[in-house]
């Protein structure tokens, strides 16, 4: 397949600080990404560069063999940059139907598709943003993002705060959209395990740079580079499934 991403020495940060530091990589068409680190790695300000809102020390992004290094986020969306952010930023004060049909681009990806995919919000197309809950604007950030019909899709951290029943809801879907449907998509994640399973290939993070690469299948066998690369979030994941079959046995 073609490469659809290419990110070349890039140097980044916001204002004189300077946060990401010779970080280079490239993604396929059809490819994913799990982007994983521990906090503070710089996970966020690599999406954030990568959608242009930070500042470029230097290097080169390239989206289709598209140079969009100096264009602004408006312009990299319309290059086919589709992003989810932690914050959601919906429209609070539209409808769900209205979220969805604002900025939609024409494609595959429209409002009975949408709808099919979470049929939540389809309940819901008449409710404003701010009448809905957390996992349901999520949902309807991962909406919007396709019903721009992005040729990549840049999620942050889009399980952080939800409920288990919902995290379930949303990874079936991100489940689809990557690994069925073949979107391209880069997913910055605490929770490895949620996202290795269907992701072609992870990131880890450390200090601004890139510190290790392998297929994600790979990389979810290998406890030993998990526990060195990603330490605190191993050991957490660790607890909470011990926590989980202690409960199970007092249920039993």
Request: hydrophobic content about 45%; cysteine-free; aromatic content about 4%.
């Amino acid at each position: 397949m073609s490469e659809l991403l290419s990110v070349s020495d890039l140097s980044a940060g916001y204002g004189n600080a300077v946060v990401l530091s010779g970080v280079e990589f490239s993604l396929i068409e059809g490819g994913s990404l799990a982007l994983l680190g521990r906090n503070g790695v710089g996970k966020t300000t690599l999406i954030n560069t990568l959608v242009g809102l930070t500042t470029m020390k230097a290097g080169t992004i390239r989206l289709a063999s598209e140079d969009i290094t100096g264009k602004s986020p408006e312009a990299r969306a319309a290059a086919g940059i589709g992003w989810v952010p932690q914050e959601r930023n919906i429209f609070v004060s539209l409808t769900v139907e209205e979220n969805l049909t604002a900025i939609a681009r024409p494609g595959p990806w429209d409002v009975k598709r949408i709808y099919a995919l979470f049929p939540r919000l389809k309940e819901r197309r008449r409710n404003l943003g701010s009448q809905l809950s957390g996992g349901e604007q999520q949902m309807l950030a991962v909406g919007r993002a396709l019903a721009l019909n992005p040729k990549l899709i840049l999620l942050d951290e889009p399980l952080e705060g939800l409920a288990p029943v919902i995290v379930d809801e949303l990874l079936a879907a991100l489940r689809r959209i990557i690994a069925e449907e073949g979107l391209s998509a880069i997913i910055v994640e605490q929770k490895a395990r949620k996202i290795l399973p269907f992701t072609h290939e992870a990131l880890i993070m450390a200090r601004g740079a890139i510190v290790h690469r392998a297929m994600s299948a790979d990389l979810l066998a290998d406890a030993d580079a998990l526990h060195a690369h990603l330490g605190v979030a191993e050991r957490r994941m660790r607890q909470d499934a011990a926590h989980s079959a202690s409960a199970t046995e007092d249920r039993i």
